[in-house]
């Protein structure tokens, strides 16, 4: 009887369940480009008289559930396009095709994320239109609060400073392209190594970036945020490009349309190219070179799958003048674009290859997978002591590798009602294995020259991560975020020096927790709270040695924030935040030594606004401060070197009738300490730049200026113990990358 009477209110359940779903009004579409076909992501969906709305996913689908009536009226919007207004019915599904048109931040609603941790993509998606992105530096640079460092002929991977990070080549950020991990583990050069030169600028669709340990699917080397560079799925035509500068400097591109015709087609692929050259300002010709092709297919198959294939690859050369001590331009030896040694460059390379297969299921949920490949080859030859260990052959070293990479990214998305609240889940499991051969340090003069090995050796490095991300929508205004995710690494190194073959394989896992809690108090305001632990991983050569003992760093992070839209052409962002960082044990790549990181402790305050005055006057701002300190050290000695205090970054954008464009642009860094007791200074300075374009219908003509006011500034900054050839004794001072003087670039586009 009672096995009856629990199947009767299992059956009455269900049938009411069924009922209600019957009677429910949903309104379903899909949103795309009319000038290509291509689904929209991130679109907002708003129906004013409920005063609530929805974005459309990847495929460019929303779905808007349990509506009361049969129509409404829809406001459709998205950054760069016409917002429409549209009639819905719930008893057909919609198409709504969007028209290019003018930037516009009346068109901008704060709270139009489907994903509440993508608020920050409205401040990229600003500023794509505004800034200019001349190369992978000023890729870098969208990141609020994000400033960078060449000190390497400009084949090297920038230098990367964010949230009082002296992050060295990536160590803390998390950097990814479409997918696919760009920081290198266990590099020959600096752990998190991450070079994005293989990425073209004028690709580039949308940078989906966050500061802090706060995201359940960013993993090794989330610590100061994560920055995940999107290319374009389509061409909106062909073009070819010719620029020219001074110091020698030539660039050509040309993206190529290799499916142009009917948008209905929802088919698009198309190939890529660029050809730079320079010479740069430094007295010995950097003869730097670099050569990029890439290729991509985007197509929806039939309604429900979208599949997604690029191959691209990059090869770089160059020689350089390299950090040059202070001492030496006093004393009158080189001048500030002079070297001690130029025998300084190198030449790397980089293979891409990535296909991801996005599918809606029947119920409406989101099943992704995504598999990559990368090889990447890496030669740099180095002097940063000059005399200091060898006074007759000098301390020049050079760092090697060969790796492969295979990945895999799997993920799996849904939407349930429970009662009057929604919750999103997300699933996902990633997998990487680094295979590097010939991992090397070596002691050599005049490059060809082996004087002796450091360091060599085979590196296989393997990371299996899952994680469970939920979104609990309590309300229309309040919602919660939690994570989990659990990440397994295994270290195993072949020590080439070893007389005995050995195969020492370490193990060790983290789990890192995030909770989140946003609160729309409307359209246009959102607070937020955000916390959560994440990690880097340290090299492969510090892991096996310790047997897995303080290799993986756990950061401690909260953001308190608003995203605000006082009024209707002004964006603001404020955010104060804190973050504390375990002990560890750091492999030095340019030594082939292991030195304790002590604990550190970080705060400040992120301030962004975007601002449109006028239909064609634009004005953006980013200023961020903060205090980085040890946590062991005593007061006075607990400086963090090199670790930005003050950085700030904006300028003026006019968007003129007929084609005629200008931009007006500074960055300023502040004076930072450059050792631990701030005897030592960093010097700050601010830059202009500067630009200036004409576009008609078939061709567009440029003029670019960096640094307008000519002013001496040093990019990258060390405070190095070094000894010149005729010097008894080494010294310890500053020692720097002299910055780009006056650069005139003119550029010329044509398209078909």
């Not at 209600?20 to 290509?36: E, M, P, Y």
Request: aromatic share 12%; net charge negative.
């Amino acid at each position: 009887m009672k096995n009856l009477s629990l199947s009767k209110i299992t059956f009455a359940g269900l049938l009411l369940l069924n009922t209600l779903w019957l009677n429910a009004h949903n309104i379903i579409g899909r949103v795309t480009d009319a000038s290509t076909g291509e689904v929209i992501t991130g679109a907002t969906i708003f129906i004013p008289s409920l005063n609530i709305g929805t974005t459309s996913d990847e495929l460019g689908a929303f779905k808007m559930k349990n509506l009361d009536g049969e129509s409404y009226e829809l406001t459709v919007s998205f950054v760069g396009f016409i917002t429409q207004n549209v009639q819905a019915s719930t008893s057909a599904s919609i198409e709504i095709r969007l028209k290019p048109a003018a930037l516009n931040l009346d068109e901008i609603v704060v709270n139009g994320q489907r994903d509440l941790s993508k608020t920050m993509t409205i401040l990229n998606k600003i500023d794509l239109e505004l800034r200019p992105t001349r190369s992978s530096q000023d890729v870098l640079r969208m990141i609020p609060g994000l400033i960078t460092a060449q000190h390497a002929g400009g084949g090297k991977a920038e230098q990367i400073y964010l949230r009082g990070f002296d992050i060295d080549h990536g160590t803390d950020i998390r950097v990814s392209v479409d997918g696919m991990p760009v920081n290198m583990v266990s590099h020959a050069h600096g752990q998190g190594y991450a070079d994005l030169h293989f990425l073209i600028p004028e690709l580039i669709d949308n940078v989906d970036f966050n500061k802090g340990p706060y995201y359940t699917q960013q993993g090794d080397f989330t610590t100061a945020g994560y920055a995940n560079f999107n290319t374009r799925n389509a061409l909106s035509h062909s073009s070819l490009k010719f620029e020219a500068g001074r110091f020698d400097s030539y660039r050509a591109v040309g993206l190529i349309d290799l499916l142009k015709g009917n948008p209905d087609n929802r088919q698009n692929a198309y190939f890529a190219s660029d050809f730079t050259f320079t010479n740069g300002p430094f007295e010995s010709p950097q003869h730097f070179n670099r050569i990029n092709l890439m290729g991509k297919y985007h197509g929806l198959i039939g309604t429900d799958k979208v599949l997604t294939a690029s191959l691209s690859t990059f090869t770089s050369r160059w020689e350089a003048s390299g950090q040059i001590p202070d001492r030496a331009v006093k004393r009158g030896i080189i001048d500030r674009f002079g070297a001690i040694d130029d025998n300084e460059g190198g030449n790397t390379s980089r293979t891409n290859a990535n296909i991801q297969l996005l599918k809606t299921l029947e119920n409406g949920d989101l099943l992704r997978n995504q598999v990559f490949y990368v090889k990447n080859q890496f030669r740099l030859y180095s002097n940063f002591t000059f005399f200091l260990q060898d006074p007759v052959n000098g301390d020049e070293i050079r760092q090697v590798e060969s790796r492969d990479i295979f990945g895999s990214n799997l993920s799996y998305m849904a939407e349930r009602e429970l009662g009057s609240m929604s919750l999103r889940s997300e699933v996902g499991l990633n997998i990487r294995y680094d295979k590097t051969k010939g991992s090397e340090l070596a002691h050599t003069a005049k490059r060809n020259r082996l004087i002796n090995y450091l360091a060599l050796g085979d590196i296989d490095q393997l990371n299996a991560a899952l994680y469970v991300d939920e979104v609990l929508k309590v309300s229309e205004r309040f919602s919660v975020n939690a994570g989990l995710r659990f990440d397994q690494f295994s270290f195993g190194y072949v020590n080439q020096l070893d007389s005995i073959y050995d195969h020492p394989v370490v193990y060790a896992n983290t789990a890192s927790p995030k909770l989140n809690f946003y609160y729309n108090a409307s359209p246009n305001v959102q607070v937020y709270l955000k916390s959560g632990i994440g990690f880097h991983s340290n090299d492969t050569r510090v892991v096996v040695p310790r047997d897995g003992i303080d290799i993986l760093p756990k950061a401690y992070g909260l953001d308190l924030g608003t995203f605000i839209k006082p009024i209707p052409r002004l964006v603001l962002n404020v955010a104060g935040w804190f973050l504390d960082l375990e002990q560890e044990f750091v492999y030095v790549g340019d030594a082939a030594v292991v030195e304790p990181s002590g604990k550190t402790r970080r705060y400040g305050l992120d301030f962004s606004g975007r601002y449109q005055a006028t239909d064609w006057l634009f004005m953006d701002v980013d200023l961020n401060y903060t205090v980085p300190r040890s946590r062991e050290a005593g007061e006075g000695e607990d400086y963090i070197p090199l670790a930005p205090t003050f950085t700030s970054i904006g300028g003026l954008t006019t968007k003129f009738g007929k084609g005629l464009n200008a931009s007006l642009r500074y960055r300023h860094v502040a004076d930072r300490p450059a050792n631990e007791n701030n005897t030592v200074t960093a010097k700050g300075y601010t830059v202009l730049d500067g630009g200036i374009t004409y576009t008609a219908r078939k061709c567009e003509f440029g003029l670019s200026f960096e640094n307008i006011l000519n002013i001496e500034w040093n990019e990258a900054q060390f405070n190095t113990e070094s000894r010149l050839f005729d010097e008894p004794e080494p010294v310890s001072e500053l020692h720097y990358t002299p910055g780009t003087p006056f650069f005139l670039k003119g550029s010329a586009t044509f398209f078909f």
